[in-house]
């Protein structure tokens, strides 16, 4: 909120002012305002109460709410203007209501002026006194017009001033209105038309279309990739001058074209291309964004560059604006995930995906509550050996309507909302609970261990340690006998706040698995920077072996890697006997996957835990 300097005492009952709104908040913030700034208020709630109340007394300029019960500000209006004592007074309305058919309304019925809520309080302050001084002007020209009609032949030279000076009052009226209709249809940064003006030309590109066949528009949904990252680093000031360069080469790609450019708000355009043949040519469009987009923009005396993610949808079949946006966003948002910087053309499966896609995301919010996930487990098995050392434990999830679903189907959209927090957190706790259970029931001269998985965003939480430290705390697990296991990328992506994580870790015991090794960085740097303990083998490198001898390669290369550095190594995936012996040969420690045994549910994995060094003669079913 912006302070206000206290009013100048010559500024004292400025004029007289009535305030109309059934929100008593807005009325006392309203007269708090005005009053301060030398003007007279009288408020009332509703249009019966200010109909009495300016045939009590007229005031200089009525502010008009439009939404109220009983009678509308426009019927208010329409009455104040119907009464030849009443229609001279100034109407300046207040709302919520920001489109253009509620401005052009207020206009129709005789408003002067629009100010929508929330109030900016230097826009109403300005807006009032502009009217005020108007209302003036036009008493005082009203005066002079009854003295030029008693004196017409006397004073034929002040009439032609008076004239004059109405002249050029109505001439800077019409100048004002015509500036704040711009302001109504136009973006303040950019100057592109805005929401309200391109959603009245995609109605009217719709009529068109129901009219003649033939015709055939589309819309352009635009999202600047890596927008964010510079408007953080570089600031807001610089973020403003970037998207206003935005804003003028994707003008440059409708020169000659027949459409518009149009900022939703924020880092989102949407281009209207009139008059296509058909969707190549809308692609064409995208490829030319795509193209200024790549050249450098210089800002800060730096170049930065962007890209963008752009959802194509045709015209044609539509009924309603919004869906044409909304389709349009669908199909950027596919664009976005499959990579950035590329088009997409919307098809019809993809608003069914994200139907589908929003339903799970509220599934997702209820599924913990409702104690609808679960854990089974893997063993994992010193291949030398064949014994049984521990278990890695993986989520579930048991959907009311759509029964058992993998991490495949859930995970993505738990980590995109934020949820996979919560939900790795009782992961960690179920696992914990479990693995003490599991140790006091069957007691082992090895102790079990127990592998778990940490997101991205786990990882990169400030109270991890501290949410791990009361976990074992209140599951009586011993640190030393937990695993995590995170991926390259999660850690190399929070390199700076991996190091003191990952000190944290190896200061309580518990050992750090590289999940999926050989898919990500795969760089000797890191593993001399990090306490790693584990690296496990991914499955596409082991179900190779044996056939792919580049594979075997890598896979021995890694091996040869960890057994230099110290590190264990875990091979996942083993599903047959001649990848298990071509394992042991290539001197692998340690492995998993179907040949042992599936991932188990809490009974299975009790009984094979009971077998002890029989376990593996034993059929194991999930």
């Known amino acids: 909120m912006t302070s206000l300097s206290p009013p100048d005492p010559a500024l004292e009952s400025k004029g007289n002012i009535l305030v109309v709104d059934d929100t008593l908040a807005n009325l006392r913030l309203l007269e708090s305002l005005l009053t301060g700034q030398g003007y007279k208020v009288r408020k009332v709630l509703s249009g019966p109460m200010a109909l009495t109340a300016v045939q009590t007394a007229a005031p200089d300029l009525i502010l008009l709410d439009i939404n109220m019960p009983q009678m509308s500000g426009y019927q208010v209006c329409e009455r104040l203007k119907a009464d030849p004592t009443t229609q001279g007074i100034p109407v300046i309305f207040i709302s919520a209501l920001d489109d253009t058919f509620n401005k052009v309304k207020a206009f129709a019925v005789g408003g002067v002026d629009y100010i929508p809520k929330p109030f900016q309080f230097e826009e109403v302050l300005a807006r009032v006194e502009n009217q005020l001084n108007i209302r003036r002007m036009q008493q005082k020209l009203q005066e002079l017009n009854a003295q030029l009609e008693q004196r017409v032949e006397q004073r034929t030279a002040q009439l032609q001033l008076a004239n004059h000076a109405l002249q050029r009052e109505i001439e800077e009226r019409k100048r004002i209105q015509e500036q704040l209709l711009h302001r109504v249809l136009h973006d303040s940064l950019t100057d592109l038309p805005n929401r309200t003006q391109l959603m009245k030309r995609l109605e009217d590109n719709l009529s068109r279309a129901k009219q003649n066949r033939e015709y055939e528009f589309a819309v352009l949904f635009i999202d600047c990739d890596r927008f964010k990252v510079i408007n953080d680093s570089l600031g807001h000031s610089a973020g403003d001058q970037l998207l206003i360069a935005v804003a003028r080469r994707m003008q440059d790609c409708l020169q000659g074209s027949l459409g518009l450019l149009a900022r939703l708000g924020g880092d989102e355009f949407v281009m209207l291309l009139e008059h296509i043949r058909d969707v190549e040519q809308a692609k064409q469009y995208a490829e030319q964004i795509h193209q200024q987009l790549q050249k450098p923009f210089t800002l800060a005396q730096q170049d930065v560059f962007l890209n963008a993610s752009v959802g194509i949808v045709l015209g044609e079949g539509y009924e ?186 190896r200061a309580r015991q518990i050992e750090l698995c590289i999940d999926d090794f050989g898919t990500g960085y795969s760089s000797l740097s890191y593993l001399h920077r990090f306490p790693v303990q584990t690296l496990k083998i991914d499955r596409s490198f082991v179900s190779q072996v044996g056939v792919n001898a580049e594979n075997i390669g890598i896979v021995r290369a890694i091996i040869a890697l960890a057994d230099n550095l110290g590190i264990q190594v875990v091979a996942e995936g083993i599903e047959t006997a001649a990848q298990l012996s071509q394992l042991k040969v290539l001197g692998c420690q340690y492995g998993q996957g179907y040949f042992f045994s599936p991932p188990l549910d809490q009974e299975a994995a009790e009984r094979i835990i009971g077998l002890g060094s029989d376990w593996r003669l034993q059929p194991q079913v999930s």
């Not at 291949?383 to 993505?412: C, D, N, T, Y």
């Not at 976990?471 to 995590?484: D, F, N, Y």
Request: proline content about 4%; hydrophobic content about 40%; glycine content about 4%.
């Open 320 to 505: 309603q604006a919004e869906h044409l946006l909304r389709d349009a966003d669908t199909a950027m948002y596919q664009a976005k995930s499959s990579g950035k910087g590329r088009y997409q053309v919307f098809e019809s499966v993809m608003y069914t995906q994200a139907i589908n896609r929003l339903q799970l995301e509220t599934d997702l919010r209820h599924a913990l509550e409702r104690q609808e996930f679960f854990l089974v487990y893997q063993p994992l098995v010193q291949l030398m050996s064949g014994e049984m050392v521990g278990f890695e434990a993986l989520i579930r999830w048991e959907h009311p309507q759509q029964g058992r679903l993998s991490p495949a189907k859930f995970i993505p959209a738990a980590e995109e909302t934020g949820l996979i927090v919560p939900i790795g957190e009782w992961v960690l706790r179920a696992a914990c609970q479990q693995l003490h259970r599991w140790q006091q029931h069957y007691p082992r001269s090895r102790p079990l261990t127990m592998n778990v998985n940490l997101s991205a965003r786990q990882f990169a939480q400030a109270e991890l340690m501290g949410r791990i430290d009361q976990i074992l705390q209140e599951t009586g697990v011993i640190s030393s006998h937990l695993k995590v296991e995170i991926t390259e990328s999660t850690m190399m992506d929070n390199a700076e706040s991996a190091t003191t994580t990952l000190s944290q870790l």
